[in-house]
């Protein structure tokens, strides 16, 4: 690319970083906010208490819990991803009820999916509710920048009334609640989850990569750890403060809203970097999910069920649809 428009580029992505919203946010050190899920050996904490690192080595994966439930919140992360080979490597960061709501769990997520060396990593992000795994909504993506080079943020915004998924500053993704979803959106207290973990059954190429253990360890590195919302007790829905207050000082956040700004920052993102929606998947749901919105240039650009029709995908994947894992995320796939 000419030095000027690498230059006229670099000021374009600025732009739409400064047009966001701030976050203006409190970090807490990983013993005051998560605790570990498994595989405790797999699990480094800084000196500081401040950061935290996840392997994955032929032994195990690792994880880690938070410490409460949440009715509905703002949790975030800045993570770095393991860098070369990672084919087969799955890092998420997540909200679940599924231990305590094992037949009808609510699930948030953002997963990133490794890939052979010299291609980039992709993620996803996916919205369950009452258990509707097999009425996933899952849209997948790629980065404009390496998640291995340096630390990025990202965000999971749930209220009442709208999910929001962000990248840094920048919302990529928002689900608002209809009432045509009844118990597919996320209700129930929910706990959240960092992990990675092996699955080389679907993670690179539908399957066919997997995990290369001569490259162990593989090392997702989590700090700047926020878990704001209403800690409640998951089984009694008893809040340990008034809910009500704490809901509403959440919903009146300004990142609790897509502006006209993040609007544009969010267009830009999905347009230049979304590789699949199942809201355009007309394969798979003929009848649209009452809570898509359709954007006419998304629509052209997702023609082929939902998938690129220009190609701008650097790594194929399965079959949209399927939860393709049997291997829960906080377990060893090996």
Sequence with gaps: MPSCLLFLFLIFISAFFLSSTAFNLTTLTFSHSYSP?????????????????????????SG????????????SASIKMPSKYTA???????????????KNHDELDIEFLGNVQGHAWRFQTNVYGNGSV?????????????????????SILWTPLNIIF????????????????????????????????????????????????????FVAEFRDLVLQGCVVDPIDQLPSSNCTSEIAALMALDY??????????????RHKYMYYSYCYDNVRYP???????FVPLER???????????GKVNSRRGKGGERRSKVPKHQSAR
């Design 134 to 154: 097999s009425r996933g909504r899952e849209e997948r993506y790629r980065l404009w920048f390496d998640p291995s080079k340096v630390f990025h943020r990202y």
């Design 300 to 310: 052209e650009m997702l023609s082929k069920g939902g998938r690129r029709a220009d």
């Design 88 to 102: 087969g490597i799955v890092v998420a960061f997540y909200t679940s009820n599924v231990d305590t709501f094992e």
């Design 256 to 269: 609790s809203t897509v502006t006209a700004n993040g609007r544009k920052s969010m267009q830009w993102f």
């Design 166 to 217: 962000y990248v840094d500053e920048i919302p990529i993704r928002q689900v608002a609640r209809h009432v045509g979803m009844r118990g597919d959106y996320p209700s129930k207290p929910m706990s959240v989850y960092a992990t990675i973990w092996d699955a080389s059954s679907w993670a690179t190429n539908g399957g066919k990569r997997k995990v290369d253990y001569r490259h162990e360890p």
């Design 37 to 61: 899920l498994f595989s405790d050996f797999n699990i480094k904490t800084s000196d500081n208490d401040k950061a935290v690192s996840l392997l994955l080595n032929r032994l195990s994966g």
């Design 64 to 75: 880690i819990i938070s410490s409460d439930y949440y009715n509905y919140g703002f949790f």
């Design 287 to 293: 009848v649209p999910p009452p809570e898509c919105v």
